[in-house]
């Protein structure tokens, strides 16, 4: 089994997969518009450019997204998106890059149980952790 993560935006779930792209690496194996989908006819013309679906590859798990339809967006709230790399380097290279814009919440620092350990809600105001275990 392998769990993932499905962001749900409210119409700017193509930057904020750009911005992810940038930021995490990994590879856009997706980023399909309304307008491409068999039902675009369905979708009104101001949302027809807006994600229908986003994949991002990121080693053997993938960061899954789309836009809300209309009237359906709700902030995210009660969970965080959590990323554990091995490096302090890399650890505070991701924080540092997602809080761009963003909000701290905790800054990256050495915890009890961490080498480093931050959170922070991004400028699409997605949720993150970031740890980087500790080391012996």
């Known amino acids: 089994m392998k769990l993932n993560s499905y962001l749900m935006f409210n119409g700017n779930c193509e930057a904020a997969f750009k911005f ?21 006819e369905n979708v009104s013309p101001e949302w027809q450019d807006k994600i229908m679906h986003a994949c991002l590859e990121l080693d053997d798990r993938l960061l899954m997204g789309s836009d809300c339809p209309p009237g359906y967006f709700e902030t995210p709230q009660g969970f965080y998106v959590q ?23 905790m800054a990256i620092a050495q915890t009890f149980w961490s080498s480093r350990f931050g959170m922070l809600t991004d400028q699409f105001g997605t949720p993150w952790m ?5 080391t012996i």
């Open 20 to 40: 992810y792209e940038q930021c995490l690496g990994g590879k856009m194996t997706m980023m399909m518009t309304h307008k491409e989908a068999p039902s675009a």
């Open 83 to 105: 990323i554990s790399v091995p490096q302090i380097a890399e650890a505070e290279r991701l924080f540092h890059a997602l809080a761009e814009n963003g909000k701290v919440k």
């Open 130 to 134: 970031i740890n980087c275990e500790q």
